[in-house]
């Protein structure tokens, strides 16, 4: 596999070697590695796509994705005042759309309020309030002023549970502290109510930072490990009635156990937080009445009819967002509160989610 992913790129980079705008392609290319880190992830996988190698292959891929639009530019016919018109509007229509996806739509945060009924819940907990929030990103696109916003959402919604399934960093493991931070303005009712599991981002980008900035903001971190809920509205680490709230470790940088963190557990509804959501394609073995997920940022761009060109999962568009009858049990996709690749989102604004819990058959209503 690493001698044809030399050659690959080894003809890649002669062919892009060979353009006359090799200057305005890397230029670009640098930009623009959107699409040749999804096509190398998607083909060779995300870890390989991160290696030097990797990335060396993405950029290469993208610069032959673009060669055609660019040698077009460069050697195509002179452009006439139609064309030249036509041109210029798009331009800026895509400058405008642009402009809106990241100075407003990205900062335009939703609350999705949902009636969550599990079987087996004890009469006690029916009212609980749980808030989901996933992907913060801190970094330098998402700067707390930005996050703000969503947490007095959170916090407007009078939870009695906060629960954050990872992605609070982006680039660099320093941005813990601003993450940290926020976490910190968050105000379950409950005591020590905020509770966490690590994303892909957090691992790639300084997990160390994390492990100890997040308890010092009073989060409590369920990496493959669970509380139950009791039915007094404390936490502890076993009973045999209550509502449990587990959290898995990351699928693409970790290593979560789904049947080995569950499976001793007493039989009672369960609330499981996996960061990637593709987790509920490969994994099962132990009762879940839901799972709760981020990581896909519905796609953060929705098109007419094309839907979302891209997201970061192996089963197309079934996790984009929202509910989801996975192969085993249910799971509900968060589109997220930040930004990732690109920091814009259009037709797809962030996300803040309430679910009120009730007793009756497994169900969710919108409120």
């Not at 992830?41 to 390989?48: A, E, I, R, V, Y």
């Not at 939703?110 to 309030?129: I, Q, T, Y």
């Not at 394609?281 to 519905?298: C, F, K, N, P, Y």
């Amino acid at each position: 596999m690493r001698g044809r992913v030399w050659g690959l790129t080894f003809v890649g980079l002669l062919i892009c070697l060979s353009h006359p705008r090799i200057v305005e392609i890397k230029a670009i290319g640098v930009l623009l590695n959107g699409p040749g880190m999804m096509l190398v992830g998607s083909l060779l996988g995300t870890s390989f796509a991160r290696t030097v190698l990797g990335r060396v292959l993405c950029w290469l891929v993208t610069l032959i994705l673009l060669e055609p639009l660019l040698r077009w530019i460069s050697l195509g016919p002179k452009p006439g005042r139609r064309a030249i018109l036509l041109g210029g509007s798009a331009a800026l229509g895509g400058v405008a759309l642009g402009g809106y996806g990241g100075l407003v739509e990205r900062k335009h945060f939703v609350l999705e309020r949902f009636a969550l009924s599990l079987p087996d819940l004890p009469p006690e907990l029916e009212g609980v309030r749980v808030v989901l929030m996933a992907d913060w990103h801190c970094g330098p696109v998402c700067r707390p002023d930005d996050l703000l916003p969503a947490i007095r959402l959170a916090n407007s919604c009078k939870p009695d549970v906060i629960l954050v399934p990872g992605d609070f960093i982006s680039r660099s493991g320093d941005y813990f502290h601003e993450a940290a931070e926020l976490a910190s303005l968050l105000r379950p009712r409950l005591p020590q109510g905020v509770l966490i599991s690590w994303g892909n981002h957090d691992y790639w980008h300084g997990l160390e930072t994390g492990l100890a900035e997040m308890p010092r903001a009073g989060c409590q971190i369920l990496c493959n490990r669970s509380l139950l809920l009791t039915p007094r509205l404390e936490f502890s680490e076993s009973g045999s009635s209550g509502l449990w709230l587990c959290g898995l470790d990351d699928l693409w940088a970790g290593q979560p156990d789904l049947a080995g963190t569950l499976g001793q557990l007493s039989d009672c509804p369960r609330l499981v937080m996996s960061h990637n959501p593709d987790l509920a394609e490969e994994q099962s073995g132990a009762r879940v009445d839901l799972m709760v997920s981020g990581h896909t940022h519905g796609g953060q761009i929705r098109l007419p009819t094309l839907g979302t060109p891209v997201l970061p999962s192996r089963y197309g568009q079934k996790y984009a967002s929202g509910w989801v009858e996975a192969p085993h049990y249910p799971v509900y996709v968060t589109r997220g509160v930040g930004t990732s690749s690109l920091p814009i989102r259009l037709g797809v604004p962030p996300e803040v989610t309430l679910f009120v819990l009730r007793r009756g058959p497994r169900g969710l209503l919108r409120a």
